[in-house]
């Protein structure tokens, strides 16, 4: 097991870009739950965007002022380390932390984490969108209370893109080969296409798979070898494929649209395109299925150590956290996209185009895997992909391979 712990701290998890955090310093000491009028502190650890934690600690600490108890976010670069070191650490470490759920499994069998049910009724996140909670369980327990999620989505150039976006990946090839100009470096569409996580969206939609539930690799999987050949003929109208590449070139106005998520909307708004957006889920693969993405959820995790010494303390944080008012001011504050169903019933939520996107994706989104062995699959993956699409290697020959390499990885963590 120690060997299997090294190795995923090692890994670099492939979500993780909307964890946020307000760094702001403090010396106040904790304490337990209780009687005392003293003002008690939680601390949360988070290795994310300050300004979207910000709105968090500010809600948080509104709804929670009457009972005494103040939440602090603080940054931790290189949280999954840092909670190796101080996980179990009651006074150095945190009380609760903040972060993309694909960690999760590596967190519960380094055994610091409690699940959340140990502190709160399940009633108090009744109102959670089904996917965000599911993102959040391991083993059959819940142990993150999710707070907003992301997909990828089909983001595209207003001034560029010639009439109605297709609805089937069928129609939409038709338009890419008639509006991509390779030679002069003009593209319909451009995408990350031998990058494992946005080619997802083909492989689960094909009803292939990167890693099941058991971890079991799928990369052999004959659904699995299906998608990557029909994702071929799609990454070579497609640029090179590198994030760099195709974000400068999608931003330089050189192709009308791109498969992305959030964290482009910086760039592409400081470049002054006019963007529109459509969920993957509106997408229809010639077996009938929609596109299917990954989902990164962001969820905060309760210490074994809090749970047993602040219980009551913690589940009145996490009851506020799961309120929909908090979700409302990360929609309208930080364009997140609310776990909480019932944020949507506000209009300035329901009316934001990139949240109703992504909550539509959400309704067929598979949670990226939390199983510590995923952490071993993206290489794997990833060099399948690119012998395929950039060296012209055979899919099913390539396939098993690299299912081999990654059954080795995966024994080499036991």
Do not use: R
């Not at 290189?78 to 499994?105: F, R, V, W």
């Not at 992301?150 to 069928?170: Q, R, V």
């Not at 969920?279 to 962001?298: C, D, H, I, M, R």
């Not at 060099?383 to 059954?407: M, R, T």
């Amino acid at each position: 097991m120690k060997k299997k712990i090294a190795m995923l701290l090692s890994a670099t998890l492939i979500v993780g870009i909307f964890s946020g955090c307000a760094n702001k310093s403090t010396n106040a000491d904790k304490s337990n739950s209780g009687d005392s009028s003293d003002q008690k502190q939680i601390s949360i650890w988070h290795d994310g965007d300050e300004a979207i934690m910000q709105v968090i600690e500010d809600q948080v600490n509104g709804k929670l002022s009457k009972d005494n108890i103040t939440v602090h976010f603080e940054k931790k670069t290189g949280l999954t380390d840092q909670i190796k070191l101080y996980g179990s650490d009651e006074k150095n470490g945190p009380d609760m932390y903040m972060y993309a759920h694909d960690s999760l499994g590596t967190f519960v069998e380094m055994g610091v984490l409690a699940p959340i049910t140990d502190v709160v009724e399940k009633s108090a996140y009744s109102d959670m969108l089904p996917m965000t909670l599911k993102a959040g369980q391991y083993k059959g327990e819940q142990y993150l209370l999710p707070v907003y999620y992301e997909t990828l989505l089909f983001m595209y150039n207003k001034a560029l893109w010639e009439g109605e976006i297709p609805s089937t990946t069928e129609e939409l090839y038709e338009y890419m080969t008639t509006h991509t100009d390779s030679a002069a470096g003009t593209y319909a569409l451009v995408n990350q296409h031998s990058t494992a996580y946005n080619v997802a969206p083909i492989i689960n939609g094909f009803g292939g798979y990167i890693i099941d539930e058991e971890a079991m690799p799928g990369l052999n999987n004959e659904k699995t070898q299906e998608a990557i050949e029909y994702n071929k003929k799609f990454a070579e109208i497609e640029a090179d494929g590198d994030y760099n590449t195709i974000t400068t070139l999608f931003n330089e106005g050189k192709a009308a649209a791109i498969v992305g998520g959030p964290w482009l909307v910086s760039g592409i708004k400081d470049a002054g395109i006019d963007l529109g957006i459509k969920s993957l889920a509106e997408f229809t693969l010639p077996n009938g299925n929609t596109l299917v993405p990954y989902s990164g959820v962001q969820g905060i995790g309760v210490m074994k150590h809090a749970a047993d010494t602040k219980k009551e303390m913690l589940g009145k944080v996490l009851t506020a956290l799961a309120d929909p008012q908090i979700g409302t001011a990360l929609a309208e504050q930080s364009s997140c996209a609310p776990a909480n169903q019932k944020s949507y019933e506000v209009e300035a939520v329901s009316n934001n185009e990139m949240i109703t996107a992504m909550k539509k994706t959400a309704e067929v989104a598979i949670p990226m895997p939390n199983i510590p062995e995923m952490s071993v699959m993206w290489g794997p993956a990833e060099a399948l992909l690119a012998a395929v699409n950039k060296s012209g290697e055979d899919v099913k020959a390539v396939s098993e391979q690299y299912q081999k390499e990654a059954e080795t990885a995966i024994a080499d963590m036991q």
